[in-house]
């Protein structure tokens, strides 16, 4: 028990302590002196660097030196941390930030007022108060005088009063939006991190869907204050901002900024107080009206100096608009998408109306590209899906809609209006249905599935899905969701892996094969097994490998593998031999999460033996490396599943570009065949799911976007025709110029400067193929062929109405890739030789850093370089490759 005596010592020492903590708190606290007039020097360093591997360029940026002089109006009489301070600047210089010779000097001798013009000039002098409450900045005002640039500029230099003497993390708000700060004290002095990706704040700009093809933005944010009696006497804040291309970090800039604040002087001055409260005190201060201290993003001016029909004629006389294998066409789409956006609805009409032949499909792409409304409205307008002879442009149209990087709802809109019209054939018909999944699709991933138009948009896909009784109908919807990927169909698309033709159940198996593993559940794989082994009904080949791919790409269990490895032998030569060959290729994969469960398995001995493994056909399954860089990573994989005659039943080839943190299908070309065994006088024990009539088509995903698939004959009588009218001539896939990449971002800076960053990137892509066949030999050649070129361009700058400084990167690259496959169907088994083929390509890379004010030489700098990537045959297998020599050998 303690004495009463020493309990209440204890309580008066308690009260003594609390009282001098409540007093030190007190002196600590942020407050000027009533009686004084305080003066400030304020500097804002603006400096972009380019990211590019040889740094040897400078970086372009400016200094802007002001005075300030700063002053209380008004303090509460109960609290004289609470004040309104009148912060007005003086002075302004513009001056160099960056070493510069006498004749780069592109600031010497330069007044701001002369820039800005006297009104503007009188704007920016004008005072602005800020109502400040221990180091809080509760509101901002000003004169109504006060927009744009000026007024960031202002908020820029009220938002470094923002400040608080207590360690801890808080969310404030500031020029940059309601961001999360942490603060750390100690000696006077505050350090100030801002965590600049919390920031809250209208949303401005568009980006990528898929994040290999978009843009990375990293930012830092730090401010150092000394504090004295209340008073800042110095505050830095630097930021900086790495913003670059995801598939190549060189692309972008580093853009960095200082804001220095530095205490002169003070000189006494009678207090001087304009009411008895705060609303008293703004009222006899005059027009003061509140404002947000949050900054506002402006849409940079764009500047024209050609109109697009202009434009237009010009490349009709210097450039081949339908060469998408040349550089120049793609420079040119770019060029001509960004005139297209400053363009009338009429303007882009007539362009529509007027145009000849051989330019009205690069016109439609660069229209729809530019994903305006009087771009948009005007293709609607000139489109009509009724008219057969507008098939080739309808197509063209609806494969831009469907590669459109940030699609609007105003497409979307366009596409069911369309939709819900008439239509002039069955091909557009499958073609604007999977279009519309795309669209959707994109739009979800963007977080955008809530909007009237999209929810719009689903209700006719499954609502058409739900009233289809034709087969063809089904797989149209289908295919759609295939494109839409969404995650509520799921129990619908199991519904329809049970379908009575393995066709359908095909196309609902691959939907699955492109959802990611979180949505893959324990029913779907339930079922993906019941496929596989055949426990309920008999499936084809196709719909068994695709539920098999879903298996394995999606953490298998020791016993789903177990079971997987059990019937290899049990079922077709073939097929188990492409299963054994494909399990061992993930089992030597770097990156495939299953292949440490099949290292597990296959210690079982009854599982990892000679006679279960090493199974005879020519079946594959093969990857390897098209390109690595520091950034990205190329891969493709190429799987051929035979029959037992020999006769290739389907090939599936993937190109996949890998980031550190994403991945996207470049393309799948899947090529399948069946019925064919009495064309060649073969007999094969075909799976008794499969569909017995003589067939042959092909499927292709671009760029994760499923195309509609191409029936290259469907039944004997059709194969007869295709084969006495082929032709060596190359037959058109695909063709047109893609805006792959259009991200556009406004980032405004700690000073109220406004960074712009706007990144596009242009596809020309060209897929032919070509069929050559002999029957009086029997063989047969037939090529694909990829060409495209790539120009990515970025522009990093910024511009005010008194100065503008700029980092511009560009890379261009032309390429080709073709996959050969040679069949000799006199031998039995039949041969089969694939090669896939990579040509000789150049790759060139510009940068140019530039400064330049209203009037004046600006000051331009560059640096360009040039590589050659060489040609090369990409290796597949070994059994390939001793099939092509002995038939190349023959040709030869």
Not at 121 to 146: D, Q, R
Not at 553 to 576: A, D, R, W, Y
Not at 791 to 804: E, G, K, Q, R
Not at 864 to 891: F, G, I, W
Request: proline share 3%; with cysteine.
């Amino acid at each position: 028990m303690e004495r009463p005596e020493l309990s209440g010592k204890w309580l008066l020492l308690m009260v003594a302590i609390s009282t001098l903590r409540a007093a030190e708190a007190q002196a600590v606290g942020l407050a000027y002196k009533s009686s004084a007039l305080f003066k400030y020097q304020y500097n804002v360093d603006l400096l972009l660097e380019t990211l590019s591997s040889p740094a040897a360029l400078p970086g372009s940026g400016f200094r802007i030196e002001a005075g300030l002089e700063l002053g209380v109006v008004w303090e509460n009489s109960s609290n004289q941390h609470e004040q309104l301070i009148q912060l007005q600047i003086q002075e302004v210089k513009l001056l160099n930030v960056s070493e510069r010779t006498e004749r780069q000097n592109i600031f010497k001798n330069v007044h701001v007022e002369a820039l800005l013009g006297p009104a503007t000039m009188a704007t920016l002098k004008k005072p602005v108060i800020f109502h400040w409450n221990s180091g809080k900045i509760e509101a901002l005002y000003g004169s109504a005088e006060e927009t744009g640039l000026i007024l960031n500029l202002k908020r820029g230099l009220v938002s470094l009063f923002q400040l608080q003497m207590d360690s801890g993390t808080i969310t404030e708000v500031d020029v940059s939006g309601n961001c999360r700060v942490t603060y750390k004290t100690g000696n006077n002095q505050v350090t100030k991190t801002k965590d600049l990706l919390s920031c809250e704040r209208p949303e401005f700009g568009s980006g990528a869907s898929n994040q290999v093809l978009g843009v990375q933005w990293q930012p830092t944010c730090k401010g150092l204050y000394s504090v004295e009696n209340g008073v800042i006497k110095t505050a830095v804040t630097e930021e900086s901002h790495v913003v670059n291309l995801n598939l190549q970090s060189t692309i972008g800039a580093k853009i960095s900024s200082r804001q220095q604040l530095h205490y002169l002087t003070s000189e006494q001055r009678p207090g001087e107080f304009y009411g008895n409260n705060l609303l008293e005190a703004l009222h006899s201060l005059g027009t003061y009206i509140p404002l947000p201290l949050t900054g506002s993003l402006e849409k940079a001016p764009f500047k024209v100096r050609t109109p697009a029909s202009d434009y237009l004629k010009s490349l009709n006389k210097n450039t081949d608009l339908q060469d998408l294998s040349e550089v120049s066409t793609t420079k040119a789409f770019l060029a001509f998408v960004q005139l297209l956006r400053e363009a009338k609805k009429i303007d882009i009409l007539n362009m529509l109306k007027k145009a000849a032949g051989k330019e009205i499909s690069f016109l439609i792409d660069s229209a729809t590209a530019a994903q305006t409304e009087p771009s948009l409205s005007a293709l609607s307008e000139y489109l009509d899906f009724a008219k057969e002879a507008q098939i080739p442009q309808l197509r063209t149209f609806l494969y831009a809609s469907a590669f459109s990087s940030h699609p609007s709802k105003e497409l979307l809109h366009i596409l069911l209006a369309k939709l819900k019209g008439k239509i002039a054939s069955r091909e557009i018909q499958e073609t604007i249905t999977s279009v519309t999944g795309a669209v959707i699709g994109k739009m979800c991933r963007r977080n955008l599935c809530k909007l009237q138009e999209v929810e719009a948009a689903k209700k006719v896909i499954l609502d058409g899905l739900s009233a289809a009784t034709e087969e063809a109908d089904v797989k149209m919807y289908l295919l759609a969701l295939k494109n839409a990927l969404l995650p509520e169909t799921i129990p619908l698309l199991l519904k329809y892996t049970e379908w009575q033709t393995s066709s359908v159940a095909a196309i609902a198996v691959t939907v699955l094969q492109r959802f990611p593993s979180v949505y893959i559940t324990e029913e779907v794989k339930k079922q993906m097994n019941r496929i596989f082994h055949q426990s309920r009904k008999l499936y084809g080949v196709t719909v068994q490998l695709a539920a098999f791919d879903v298996i394995v790409n999606n953490h298998p269990t020791e016993m789903e593998l177990k079971n997987i490895l059990l019937s290899v032998g049990e079922i077709e030569s073939e097929l188990s031999k492409y299963i054994a060959e494909k399990l061992q290729r993930i089992l030597h994969s770097d990156y495939h999460p299953a292949s440490k469960v099949i290292r597990k398995v296959l210690k079982d001995p009854m599982i990892y033996n000679y006679n279960r493994l090493s199974r005879a056909g020519s079946s594959s399954s093969s990857s390897g490396y098209l390109a690595v860089t520091t950034d990205t990573v190329s891969l493709y994989n190429l799987e051929l599943l035979f029959a037992d005659n020999g006769i290739l039943k389907q090939s599936y080839s993937d190109i996949f570009v890998s980031t550190r943190e994403s991945k996207l299908r470049a393309s799948q070309v899947t090529i399948e065949a069946q019925g064919l065994d009495s064309f060649f006088g073969e007999s094969s024990k075909e799976a008794e799911g499969d569909d017995n009539e003589a067939m042959a088509g092909m499927s292709v995903i671009l760029f994760d976007v499923q195309l509609p698939p191409v029936v290259f004959f469907q039944g004997y009588i059709d194969l007869m025709e295709k084969i006495w009218s082929i032709t060596e001539e190359p037959i058109s896939i695909i063709k047109g110029s893609i805006l792959l990449i259009d991200h556009l971002q406004a980032i405004l800076l700690q000073s109220g400067l406004q960074a712009d960053t706007e990144f596009q990137g242009g596809l020309g892509i060209d897929i032919s193929g070509s069929i050559e066949l002999s029957l009086w030999s029997q063989r047969s050649k037939t090529n694909i062929r990829n060409r495209g070129t790539l120009v990515i361009n970025s522009v990093i700058n910024v511009d005010t109405p008194f100065a503008h400084a700029g980092v511009n990167s560009s890379s261009e690259a032309a390429a080709s890739l073709e996959f050969v496959s040679s069949v000799n169907f006199l031998d039995s088994p039949i041969l089969t030789c694939l090669q896939l083929l990579k040509k000789l390509f150049p790759y060139r890379e510009t940068v140019t850093i530039y400064e330049s004010l209203e009037k004046g030489v600006p000051f331009t700098v560059g640096k360009k370089r040039t590589l050659r990537v060489q040609d090369t045959e990409l290796p597949l297998h070994h059994a390939n490759s001793e099939m092509c020599k002995k038939l190349l050998s023959e040709r030869a």
